[in-house]
């Protein structure tokens, strides 16, 4: 099945304490985003890649790491957590050409920071 | 980035055919105009994208007219599980930054 997949699906962790949420997709998209979702705030684009070796920041990017050192994987950390960061985070990806084609999204990470 | 505006909310019932409009009046001669569906804490869905006149695919069809400066979902013989909230987004093909506003909340009742 054609998917994104994100893991933890859910994680409470302290400030200050490092953490990776992962990210894999099957569907050998150039393309893949992280968003933060927020009530309130809808989402907000965190890092996109334009395919492996190349991202780039999007509207929200402060306190936020990401890598695409292959096609399938775009892990996104946080080096030092702070609870402003507690939100609802979600991955996607698509196909070369971006929104031409309809992302696909991953189920989320609710991430609680205290 | 066209801005787009849509209704906050919306209610209708089980079987009836529901239409959400949305108006990008600043689209440009290259935007696309995409919907998407979200259920409580899940990620967007995309259900249909258009760049003029009609669309159809097996959920939903789109309508554009002639100016391009509105769009409309059509969405037959919802059911219960058709509650969620739908955004629309107008972006050029190749733009990778979408922005997403708050959406339409649609609520169906029996």
């Known amino acids: 099945e054609a998917q994104v997949t994100q893991n933890p699906r859910y994680l409470i962790t302290v400030t200050g304490k490092k953490l990776t949420v992962t990210c894999s997709q099957n569907m050998n998209h150039e393309y893949m985003s992280w968003y933060r979702q927020d009530p309130g705030l809808g989402l907000r684009q965190i890092y996109y890649s334009m395919n492996v070796e190349v991202t780039d920041k999007g509207d929200v990017p402060e306190g936020y790491k990401v890598s695409r050192k292959e096609k399938r994987n775009f892990p996104l950390i946080l080096e030092s957590p702070s609870p402003n960061q507690t939100s609802l985070y979600f991955c996607?990806?698509?196909?070369?050409?971006?929104?031409?084609?309809?992302?696909?999204f991953g189920s989320g990470t609710r991430l609680t920071v205290v | 980035l066209a801005k787009t505006t849509q209704p906050i909310s919306m209610d209708s019932y089980e079987g009836q055919e529901v239409n959400i409009t949305c108006s990008h009046n600043n689209i440009a001669t290259n935007d696309y105009i995409t919907w998407y569906q979200q259920f409580p804490s899940q990620g967007p869905r995309f259900i249909i994208q258009?760049?003029?006149?009609?669309v159809t695919n097996e959920v939903a069809s789109l309508f554009i007219p002639a100016d391009r400066k509105s769009s409309t979902l059509s969405l037959p013989r919802v059911s219960l599980s058709d509650t969620a909230v739908y955004y629309c987004l107008v972006a050029p093909g190749s733009n990778y930054q979408l922005i997403w506003g708050a959406g339409t909340k649609l609520i169906i009742k029996p």
């Open positions: 996607a990806s698509s196909a070369a050409g971006g929104p031409i084609h309809g992302y696909t």
């Open positions: 258009g760049y003029k006149t009609k």
